[in-house]
């Protein structure tokens, strides 16, 4: 009876993985990115809430089983890989705490956004 339960389970487990990746994301946006890049001026804060708003718009549409969430989270695991090297080596901005070695952080949570992002939209096709 309860297996019967988890396979009528309304969203997919994949499903769920990249919601809880792109919840980290953008609260990660929210706390760290967004006061940095308003601390640092000039148009990257409003690029920064760009991709934070695209993120919630995907993660609703993952929560409404609609496909374009997982595009919207590629989309934004792409921006997430390119935005330290522009910020921090091309615009040669530092990091808030001086640490050089903080976009590792970030580049591990894109490419896992962007992994699950196509692993779930294999899985649904």
Known sequence: MEN??????NINIHIKAVIALMLIQLIHKIVRE???????GGPGSIIVIIFA???FVGILLLIFKIKWGLILGIIDGVWMIFQPILVH???SKPDINNIWW??????????LIIYFCIL?????K
């Open 4 to 9: 019967e339960k988890l396979k009528n389970e």
């Open 89 to 91: 080596i091309i615009l």
């Open 53 to 55: 708003l695209l993120l």
């Open 120 to 124: 779930t939209l294999k899985k649904l």
């Open 34 to 40: 967004i006061p940095g890049s308003i601390n640092m």
């Open 102 to 111: 903080y976009p590792i952080f970030p580049w591990i949570q894109s490419l």
